[in-house]
């Protein structure tokens, strides 16, 4: 039988070299694993009527979770013709599908990476009735974890030849340490100058100066270390002789999931004044009271004056009971203005859960958000022999300290609920260690909102389950 054979520069080149050198894709705070592939057509068809199935797609790398597009074709022998499916089978850490359609004599298909994790040779086996099977080779590259790095202050409007500092703080991956420096970069050192390094303490943090060398324009600054992600921040230069007005709560509390300070019934705003890098003293400042807060005696305006720093100071008032809410303070003076986004913190919500009679170990724990800072509650006292208040530090029913609290069973010789409590983070909860049956009864919590809204949660209870929890109840409920 004679056949016809392709020029060289036309026909799918076959993978010589095995395995090709493995390169990982980095990314920013973690680079996913990864899928080194290499391409194996098939040998000429080892009997006399066989059919050839032969890969297009090269070697090539691609973040693990993500797919490869696989591309073929399928040439039938002479006197033959094409299959109506091709059938695959997976060795190793990827999958696929495990049939195809031929379009013409063309096929194609996404390849996985099944366990990012491994580091495994695989393969994928295309084949058909009346064809040679052909073979793709690739390996399963293992994930690389990069630290993080945070900036926490940055700042904005630095006039020329002056300097401020921003500050950051870095977070070792898994069993990671941390750097003695940071490397400090300026994208316009004609606007903004940064030293070479910074030093990192011994908790990870870092303060960068950063200095303005221009009247005007901004200048982005990068953050990296070796095996951690970069962080970025812009600052802009202005002129010497060029007035700010800045809003800010110097000593209240921040959401930091949302980035903004709180006012729990009363809070400090304090405005500043700045020329040229200084403060300017004895500028009119006056500022305005968001609806449903006001300040001192119940006015809506207040007018200050700026000390010799260039600072004035009100106290701003939110009625006890209000809701949670998001506002705005505004300040004028002459022709500059500042804003001041802040949180109302909402009153304290007393939630009942009715539960059934309690002989296991339980946990009650709120989905979806984390403890801080959306829920805030304030101490109880203790009162033997009632339905009494836990503190949330080890078990012990006599500390008064701000922390989160529910309501233990009314028993004459009840012995103490253990609240344990770890690193705050979405999905942890309130354990008590019983260590009789607990009858039939609500349990009650008490929150606070400090989301600055309505925001809808689900309590779950939770029963001990081998070495793991299970969900025994779960009841919807929203904070205001």
Not at 34 to 48: E, F, H, L, N, Q
Not at 366 to 375: N, Q, T
Not at 396 to 423: M, V
Request: aromatic fraction near 6%.
């Amino acid at each position: 039988m004679n056949r016809t054979t392709e020029p060289d520069a036309k026909r799918p080149q076959e993978n010589k070299a095995g395995l090709q050198r493995r390169t990982l894709i980095g990314a920013a705070a973690w680079a996913a694993p990864a899928i080194a592939a290499t391409s194996a057509s098939p040998a000429a068809a080892s009997s006399v009527g066989l059919g050839v199935i032969t890969f297009i797609t090269k070697t090539a790398t691609i973040n693990g979770g993500s797919s490869l597009l696989i591309l073929g074709t399928v040439v039938p022998a002479t006197g033959g013709t094409l299959p109506s499916q091709l059938s695959l089978a997976y060795t190793g850490a990827v999958t696929g599908p495990e049939t195809l359609t031929l379009s013409g004599g063309l096929f194609s298909f996404q390849l996985t990476a099944a366990n990012p994790g491994a580091n495994t040779p695989s393969t994928v086996t295309v084949s058909a009735p009346e064809y040679a099977p052909a073979e793709y080779t690739c390996t399963v590259v293992p994930a690389v974890v990069r630290g993080t790095i945070a900036m926490t202050t940055t700042p904005d409007a630095i006039p020329n030849g002056e300097q401020r500092v921003a500050t950051g703080i870095l977070k070792p991956p898994p069993g990671g340490t941390l750097p003695s420096t940071v490397t400090v970069t300026s994208g316009t050192p004609g606007v903004a100058t940064v030293p070479a390094t910074v030093p990192v303490a011994a908790d990870g943090t870092f303060s960068i100066p950063v200095t303005a060398v221009a009247s005007s324009g901004q200048a982005t600054i990068s953050v990296s270390a070796s095996g951690f992600s970069v962080a970025t921040f812009v600052v802009r230069a202005v002129a010497v002789t060029a007035e700010t007005l800045t809003l800010s709560m110097p000593s209240a509390p921040m959401n930091t999931g949302r980035g903004l300070p709180m006012l729990d019934g009363s809070a400090v705003f304090t405005a500043t004044l700045v020329r040229g890098g200084g403060g300017v003293g004895g500028g009119a400042v006056t500022f305005t009271a968001p609806a449903g807060t006001s300040f001192p005696g119940g006015v809506q305006t207040v007018t200050g004056t700026t000390d010799s720093s260039g600072k004035v100071s009100v106290t701003l008032i939110s009625p006890a009971g209000s809701p949670a809410a998001t506002k705005t303070l505004d300040a004028v003076a002459g022709s500059l203005s500042a804003s001041r986004q802040f949180i109302v913190i909402g009153p304290v919500q007393t939630v009942g859960f009715a539960a059934p009679q309690i002989t296991e170990t339980t946990d009650w724990t709120v989905d979806g958000v984390e403890f801080p800072p959306y829920r805030q509650v304030p101490p109880r006292p203790v009162s033997a022999g009632t339905d009494v208040w836990r503190s949330d530090t080890n078990g012990d029913t006599g500390n008064l300290a701000p922390g989160y609290w529910l309501t233990g069973p009314k028993q004459a010789s009840f012995l103490p609920i253990q609240l344990i409590w770890g690193t705050p983070q979405a999905g942890d909860g309130y354990a008590a260690n019983l260590n009789r049956i607990v009858p039939a009864r609500t349990w009650s919590f008490a929150f606070r909102n400090t989301n600055g809204g309505p925001i809808n949660l689900t309590m779950r209870r939770l029963g001990a389950a081998g070495a793991g929890w299970t969900t025994r109840q779960s009841y919807p409920f929203t904070l205001t």
